[in-house]
């Protein structure tokens, strides 16, 4: 069959798969393995370890994982951004990698209260550099203290279920409570949350991200990039336990193994990758579509430190999302900061009159949705350094 074929095949029912529950049930995927989403195992004493069991399941760019872990004495670590796992074609600045960061460090965290310790973080403990550059110097330093009586994050509880839902939604807007319930959860100084269900600029935002996505789609590099990160088969999964895949966006079963088994092939999609930036327009509009509840999150300055802020903030949107039975996925192409897309994202930033000093740093679509597979998630001792 043709990569056309499996344009039509994806689209027929990439969002809300049609197949019948026994379809739905079959995988070709070996469940023995452990991907991490049973959190630390009970032999597990070590609590640095512990903690970091559940910091890898946070949401973060790609699904790269890009965290470097330095274990000092038995309670204290440091946390670095791994530099070979940038993404320099559509994060040039390292922003989201930082957001990153600052996601891996709420759920240490939360995971900690659970756990009976409390986490004290120090930002940048040996200087903080510029937003347009990495050093390899500590984002953060992580003490863990035990304590006897601590209250536990009501969030603990939803790390091992948090996940960015890529599937179609159905349309429903953010009852009153809700949205009052979102617009009540504590921010990082200088951030504020940002809802949107009006018809008219749900509209909007459905074409300006579809044409974000035409614009990151655009240059064969960036396409590389996210290539790079796309499981094409069960067997990548397992080797790598990084990235995402089709299943990830809510296909399973016969045609799982049908688009995995013949229709999917990496060389010959990274030789040509017209047709996968083809897909990923249409899947944008999509869901977009599908969706009649937006947020997004804005801080007044750009300073690594607010990004990583802003990733503790955001983090907490989802697993808060989490628990009130909602879907997120964020939906960021809008809001990389390569020459392509700046003057798109201005047009953005005049609509909704957001000042020319603010950063949006996260924007999301809200809605129902079924779950889908977690995407996988390395082990934690690969993560160790020195």
């Known amino acids: 069959m043709e990569r056309r074929s499996f344009i039509r095949i994806m689209g027929v029912g990439f969002a809300a798969a049609t197949l019948t529950s026994s379809l739905s049930s079959c995988s070709t995927r070996d469940d023995k393995v452990d991907y991490g989403w049973n959190?630390?195992?009970?032999?597990?004493?070590?609590?640095?370890?512990?903690?970091?069991?559940?910091?890898?399941?946070?949401?973060?760019?790609?699904?790269?994982?890009?965290?470097?872990?330095?274990?000092?004495?038995?309670?204290?670590?440091?946390?670095?951004?791994?530099?070979?796992?940038?993404l320099p074609e559509t994060d040039p600045f390292a922003r989201q990698i930082h957001i990153g960061q600052g996601c891996f460090l709420e759920t240490l965290t939360i995971a900690a209260s659970g756990l009976g310790y409390q986490a004290e973080i120090e930002y940048f403990p040996q200087g903080e550099y510029s937003n347009t550059v990495v050093e390899n110097l500590p984002v953060a330093r992580v003490v863990l203290t035990k304590k006897t009586a601590i209250n536990v994050d009501p969030l603990f509880k939803y790390i091992l279920q948090r996940q960015s839902n890529k599937r179609e939604y159905d349309n429903s807007r953010l009852s009153p409570v809700q949205k009052s319930q979102l617009q009540a959860l504590p921010m990082a100084m200088q951030t504020s949350l940002t809802l949107q269900d009006s018809a008219?600029?749900?509209?909007?935002?459905?074409?300006?991200?579809?044409?974000?996505?035409?614009?990151?789609?655009?240059?064969?590099?960036?396409?590389?990039?996210?290539?790079?990160?796309?499981?094409?088969?069960?067997?990548?999964?397992?080797?790598y336990r990084d990235g995402f895949g089709i299943e990830h966006s809510g296909v399973t079963?016969?045609?799982?193994?049908?688009?995995?088994?013949?229709?999917?092939?990496?060389?010959?999609?990274?030789?040509d990758p017209s047709d996968f930036g083809k897909q990923s327009v249409d899947m944008t509009r999509s869901i977009c579509?599908?969706?009649?509840?937006?947020?997004?999150?804005?801080?007044?300055?750009?300073?690594?430190?607010?990004?990583?802020?802003?990733?503790?903030?955001?983090?907490?949107?989802?697993?808060?999302?989490?628990?009130?039975?909602?879907?997120?996925?964020?939906?960021?192409?809008?809001l990389q900061e390569y020459q392509d897309m700046l003057p798109l994202q201005e047009?953005?930033?005049?609509?909704?009159?957001?000042?020319?000093?603010?950063?949006?740093?996260?924007?999301v679509r809200l809605g129902k949705a079924e779950k889908t597979a977690h995407t996988p998630r390395r082990l934690v001792s690969s993560l160790l350094i020195g």
């Open 39 to 86: 959190g630390p195992s009970d032999s597990e004493s070590d609590i640095r370890l512990k903690v970091l069991a559940y910091a890898i399941l946070c949401p973060n760019p790609h699904n790269k994982q890009p965290w470097f872990i330095k274990l000092n004495d038995s309670q204290h670590l440091d946390l670095y951004v791994d530099q070979t796992r940038l």
């Open 200 to 239: 008219p600029e749900i509209t909007y935002l459905q074409q300006l991200l579809t044409e974000a996505m035409t614009i990151e789609v655009g240059n064969k590099a960036r396409d590389l990039e996210t290539i790079k990160m796309f499981r094409f088969n069960d067997q990548e999964v397992q080797k």
């Open 253 to 271: 079963g016969i045609k799982k193994f049908i688009i995995e088994g013949f229709l999917l092939d990496r060389e010959k999609t990274e030789k």
């Open 289 to 334: 579509e599908s969706s009649s509840s937006f947020a997004w999150i804005t801080t007044e300055g750009n300073s690594p430190l607010q990004q990583v802020q802003v990733g503790r903030d955001y983090c907490r949107l989802n697993l808060t999302t989490t628990a009130m039975g909602l879907a997120q996925h964020p939906m960021s192409q809008v």
């Open 347 to 363: 047009r953005f930033k005049q609509h909704f009159n957001i000042k020319a000093g603010q950063t949006v740093q996260m924007l």
